[in-house]
């Protein structure tokens, strides 16, 4: 179970997801299949596709695609190129290719020449440029070449470049979509099965006593931990719960079975082999029994097989899903993961399973991670990834983002208006459990689309760069200091409020770009941080004293509903709005 990435273990599953993809879709040219794939990986919700062939090279190819955002058309162009052979550094003419093809797109004087010298069959590429010059497109360079560090950083052409380094960690990041089926998971030493009555079960279930070498061995070759990818927590390796099953493995393994929860797995059929004793279950995932697994995993690998492990048992439970006769593979993948989000919510954990991890793996997180991965930031949905793959994550140019709390506390605050409905600043600062317990309070968290997380995000790390620099002067410290932390939340609220009535659309791309440019947010957050801190003052916060003040409904929201917005703040939240410069170019995804 190495942490480290390998991607000639990778690279076979994506060229075989590919080639699933050309037949699937009866697409005859490889480069196009790549590329169909990415898109439908990549991008959210891609449609009116296109394909054009090179005409210069053997193995490079372009597809067009749009997609919805802020409620407006997006137009795409990937240009994908195909190496020869796996594993090859990008040559120089992919590079020489790129700085060709920015003229078309930056600098006035050269824009008409270059786009004249450029013609596709698909007629799609005026389109494009429109779109382009209204900030409506992107472009992007997809290849499944290493990236040459130092070609790569001479370029001047700001056309992203994806390389096979990106295209491997995409799929870590996304193997439910991205990879083909599990290799299938074989228990040994299986004399019987015990199936529940259909009448009992609305979903084959079945049970087993299997042994944990068993797994162990298949873990070794799922090197990246793809068994796992729909648990809905990394695995922790420090815990009282953890060095009690290593302890029960090591020394009592005979006691093994009746001790422990047992493992959840998830299947699409199985296969008793009664002769041989052998259960085959295809493509397998564990949703519930990550901790025991890893566990006992690292307790083998620290201390070596002995032959008293090897006899150690567990109890396992198997929900098999077959797809039903005239079931559209769309549909049959629905079902699999309402069954499992179920089954992740209502399994027995002997960590106690909180609120939010139940929906970690839901549509609207799946949808923000792969909106903030195209950004180069890791979401973290799952509760400690980021520290388990810093250095992996780190090593391909991610940054850390925001965890799924963070996130439904921002977009909590941002309907500053709706303490009725459970959310508000107060709330997402006093209990961030109550926004996901409550199923409509976290239906309209959910509703949110990727774009205005990912505005929410941003805006709150500006506004928090910005009190950052404030500390530097005595009045500002000294406000910010009086409000705490506890003020977050109520200042990030006003910031929505004001950047609101300065115009701003809240999920459009334009408002994207904007929030991108490093702007200086300082006027702005030194007048609020003033005027929260005097209204603080005047309604009594040093006497409550601020946890209390801003947890507080009555207080927190309704500072935030009754400030005025004086006319200098929205001067001073239009100057952060407002378009972005000519030659500043807008892409939607964001170069290495």
Known sequence: MSDDIDDRDVWPEIASA????????????????????????????????????GEDEEGTGGLFFDTISGGRTVSHLILATLAPKYGEVAPSSFYTNAEVLW??????????????????????????????????????????????????????????????????????????????????????????????????????????FARLRDFIKYMKADTHDRLFARNI????????????????????????????????????????????????????????????????????EVRGSRSTDLDATVVVRIVTMERTTGETPAAAVAAKKTIVDKIAARSNSQNPIRSFNLVANDGFNHSVRRFFRRKKIHYENREHEWRQRKAELAAEGYVQG????????????????????????????????????????????????????????????????????????????????????????????????????????????????SLELDRDWSPLMTAIVNSVYNDFLTLGGPREGANYFFKSVVHGDQLVRESAIPAEWVTAGRRIISPRPPGVVLSLVTTR
Request: charged content about 25%.
């Open 233 to 300: 927590r990394h695995f922790k390796t420090a815990g009282k719960v953890n060095d009690q099953i290593r302890a029960t493995f090591n020394d009592s393994p005979l006691e093994f079975l009746y001790s422990n929860n047992g493992i959840t797995v998830v299947g699409d059929r199985i296969v008793h082999d009664a002769a041989r004793r052998e259960l085959q279950i295809d493509n397998p995932r564990v949703v519930n029994g990550s901790q025991t697994l890893h566990s006992v995993a690292r307790a083998f």
């Open 18 to 53: 590919v080639a699933d993809a050309g037949v699937r879709l009866n697409i005859g040219e490889p480069v196009h299949a790549f590329a169909r794939w990415f898109a439908e990986l990549y991008y959210d919700g891609p449609s009116n596709f296109a394909y054009s062939s």
């Open 402 to 513: 925001p965890n799924l709390k963070r996130l439904a506390q921002l977009i909590a605050s941002f309907h500053w208006e709706g303490s009725e409905q459970g959310l508000g600043p107060a709330r997402a600062y006093s209990n961030v459990g109550k926004l996901f317990e409550n199923e409509g309070t976290y239906r309209q968290i959910a509703s949110t689309t990727p774009e205005l997380a990912y505005q929410l995000y941003l805006s709150f790390v500006r506004m928090e760069s910005a009190l950052k620099a404030l500390q530097r002067d005595s009045r500002a410290r000294q406000a910010i200091h009086a409000l705490g932390t506890q003020a977050r939340f109520a200042l990030f609220a006003l910031i929505v409020r004001v950047l609101s009535e300065s115009g701003a659309t809240w999920g459009s791309a334009d408002l994207t770009s």
């Open 103 to 208: 003229p078309a797109f930056d600098g006035a004087s050269k824009k008409t020449s270059a786009r004249r010298s450029l013609a596709d069959s698909t007629g799609r590429l005026p389109n494009l440029f429109a779109r382009w010059d209204e900030g409506w497109a992107d472009i992007l360079l997809l290849t499944n070449f290493r990236c040459h560090p130092a070609r790569d950083r001479a370029m001047t052409s700001l056309i992203p470049r994806h390389y096979l380094e990106d295209l491997v960690q995409d799929v870590l990041d996304d193997f439910e979509d991205a990879a083909p089926r599990m290799v299938p998971l074989k228990l040994h030493e299986i004399d019987d099965v015990l199936v529940a009555r259909a009448e009992d079960s609305d979903v084959r279930t079945s049970v087993v």
